[in-house]
Every structure is written in structure tokens, then in C-alpha cells.
């Protein structure tokens, strides 16, 4: 139900933000939302569109608290810490990507993505992902890209994944440090919540660790794979 309204409350528990940070966030018009009985309301699927944008401009102190939060959550519910081993495959891990310009990368990694099978519609992928780098460009600071659609349709993909590509020739991809950008990723998650965790753990693995480096040191697939695991048993550790 990616209409359904939300309270201030339910945003706070989803966004692992206090109930006063959001209500200031309202007060601010910060965050979206609609008037309901004098009362804010939220609607779900924009509040996690929002909340993506929010966690890509993170410094990396508030992201290793989100993180640490976001971690701590899904702890309780007996999910899986270990996001690496379950959404990456060295298959779908692209060393040498070829593209020159930022729509010659969207088309590559939704090739790359269309070959793990669990892809249903490329064209509405490519479309989502170009309408996202319209709104506002994923590329962040340090060279690194976090491709996702503004929304998540469940009937996307048959499970969630994330490729990497990594470019030859780095793109600018309109990273605000105008630095141009050589390392993709494309999160594809069934579910909000999974894409916001996803989403918060690779930001937590590029500021707090070695991981960007790692990569382009990398001689292959199965390497970059490794470089990644690792990564995240270092930020699981500092937990």
C-alpha cells in the first residue's frame, strides 16, 4: 500500500528519527506531508523517497547513527545482518564498465541488472532511474554513485539485488564535489524498508571504511566482492 499515511509517530519509528526532529522537520516544511485533522500526515512512499535523498547528503557521523539505528531494528526481527551475501553475486559485478556519459551508464547498469534474471521490465527501470537523476543526480562525493528509483514497485524484480559497475573512464554524474564518478551501484529492493537499510549500509561502508579504494584496487569481479564483504564486517564490528 504505498499510499498509506503515516503519523508522526510511525515516521519517527521508520526514519529512526526522534518524534521532535520530526515534528521540527514539519515545522520547517522539510519534510513532506499533508494536513489531517489539524495534524501532519505523511504518505509513505513519499516519505521514503525523501528519506533516500536525505541519507545520500549524510556527513558521515549522522550516517553511522542511522545506520547504527537502522541495524539495531532489523536485529530484533532476526533479519539477516549481512547484506552483501544477500544481494550481490560476482556475476553482477561489472570491472570494466564502458559507458562515457551518465545515459550510457543508466543503460549499462540496467543491462548489467537485467542479467540476474530477476529483472521483469528494464524499460521501467531505465524510465525510474532517469527520472530519479532528473530530480536530483545519486552521485555523491568521493567518485561513488547509489542508483535507485524515486519509488519501488514490488513487482519489479522477482527479489532484491544490487549490481556494481565499475567505469572506465570516470562520468560526471553531477556529484556535488564536482568530482566525476568511476563506481555504481544499483540498489533494487522488493520493499522500502530493505532499500533504505541497503541504502544506509553502503553509505556507512563508504565513509567509515576502506571500500571505495578497495574497489578500484581490485583486479576482478570476485575481488570487488571481497573488498565489499569485508567492508561490512568492519562496520558490523564497529556496531
Known amino acids: 500500500m504505498p499510499f498509506r499515511l503515516l503519523t508522526v509517530e510511525q515516521v519517527s519509528e521508520r526514519l529512526h528519527l526522534g518524534v521532535r526532529e520530526v515534528e521540527h522537520l514539519v515545522r520547517r516544511g522539510e519534510i513532506p506531508f499533508v494536513e489531517r485533522g489539524g495534524r501532519p500526515s505523511f504518505v509513505r512512499r513519499e516519505v521514503d523517497a525523501w528519506a533516500s535523498q536525505r541519507l545520500l547528503g549524510l556527513a558521515a557521523v549522522p550516517a553511522a547513527a542511522h545506520h547504527a539505528a537502522s541495524t539495531a531494528r532489523r536485529r530484533q526481527s532476526a533479519d ?6 544477500r544481494l550481490f553475486r560476482p556475476e553482477w559485478i561489472e570491472p570494466r564498465l564502458a559507458a562515457r556519459t551518465r545515459p550510457a551508464a543508466l543503460r549499462a547498469m540496467v543491462a548489467l541488472a537485467a542479467s540476474t534474471d530477476l529483472l521483469y521490465d528494464d524499460a521501467a527501470l531505465l524510465h525510474g532511474l532517469e527520472e530519479r537523476e532528473r530530480l536530483c543526480p545519486t552521485a555523491v562525493e568521493s567518485g561513488v554513485a547509489f542508483l535507485h528509483t524515486r519509488y519501488h514497485d514490488p513487482n519489479l524484480c522477482g527479489d532484491s539485488f544490487v549490481v556494481l559497475g565499475r ?3 570516470p562520468i560526471f554524474a553531477g556529484a556535488a564535489d564536482g568530482r566525476a564518478t568511476d563506481l555504481f551501484f544499483l540498489l533494487c529492493c522488493r520493499d522500502d524498508a530493505l532499500h533504505l537499510h541497503a541504502l544506509a549500509r553502503l553509505c556507512a561502508m563508504a565513509h567509515a571504511t576502506a571500500l571505495l ?3 578500484r ?3 576482478s569481479a570476485a575481488e570487488m566482492l571481497d573488498v565489499l564483504a569485508r567492508s561490512e564486517e568492519a562496520v558490523l564490528r564497529g556496531l
Do not use: I, K, S, Y
Request: proline share 0%.
Open 217 to 219: 584496487e581490485a583486479a
Open 167 to 169: 567505469a572506465v573512464q
Open 213 to 215: 579504494d578497495g574497489l
Open 80 to 85: 539477516d545482518e549481512r547484506l552483501v551475501r
